[in-house]
């Protein structure tokens, strides 16, 4: 019985102490790449002619900054071949265009140079369903504590779409994004 006892305390001494090590991980550091941060959006009730694209590179791993990009033209071509430029806020990699006209259903061209290197992207600007409701339910998720949100809204029948979401708390300086497909709508 003794000997059990001392197995027993044997392992479990073992169990809670632990080595730590530190590891250092080498990473390999690529060249940066270009990253456009652009959602051409038109929220209900306003004109839609305020609009943002933000350019930055990507980093390091354990980078704290991100870095910028000024310098460069940006502009949206739309299908008659009307262009809304956008113009950089000095130093900030934010350009801005205060006079861009969105219409439904209507396809757009960005276009970003930078550095003698041309991107472009195309999209349409579809139209989304209205909410209908909203309810709040301060006791979700798995621990009971979360706070969940349900959307209620009438999914347009036999197109294929998606929706999106974005979240802001009080607590937070960045937003919280949520994409939803109407797969099961």
Do not use: H
Not at 19 to 26: A, F, L, M, P, T
Not at 147 to 169: Q, S, V
Request: charge should be negative; aromatic fraction near 14%; proline fraction near 4%.
């Amino acid at each position: 019985m003794k000997k059990i006892y001392l197995v027993s305390l044997l392992l479990v001494s073992l169990f809670f102490t632990s080595c730590e090590k530190v590891v250092d991980v080498d990473l390999n550091t690529a060249p940066p790449k270009l990253v456009i941060e652009a959602s051409i959006n038109w929220k209900k009730g306003t004109s839609g002619n305020e609009q943002k694209i933000k350019l930055t590179t990507t980093s390091d791993y354990f980078s704290t900054t991100i870095p910028k990009v000024s310098g460069a033209t940006v502009f949206i071509t739309n299908s008659e071949d009307i262009v809304f430029n956008f113009i950089e806020r000095p130093d900030t990699g934010e350009y801005f265009c205060t006079n861009f006209a969105p219409i439904l259903n209507e396809i757009y061209t960005l276009t970003v140079i930078q550095q003698r290197r041309t991107y472009t992207a195309q999209e349409t600007l579809l139209p989304v369903a209205p909410i209908e409701n909203i309810v709040q339910n301060n006791e979700g998720g798995f621990t009971g504590k979360d706070i969940e949100i349900k959307t209620f809204y009438n999914d347009p029948a036999n197109a294929t779409n998606y929706y999106l979401y974005k979240y802001k708390y009080s607590s937070q300086v960045k937003f919280d994004y949520y994409v939803d497909e109407d797969t099961y709508l």
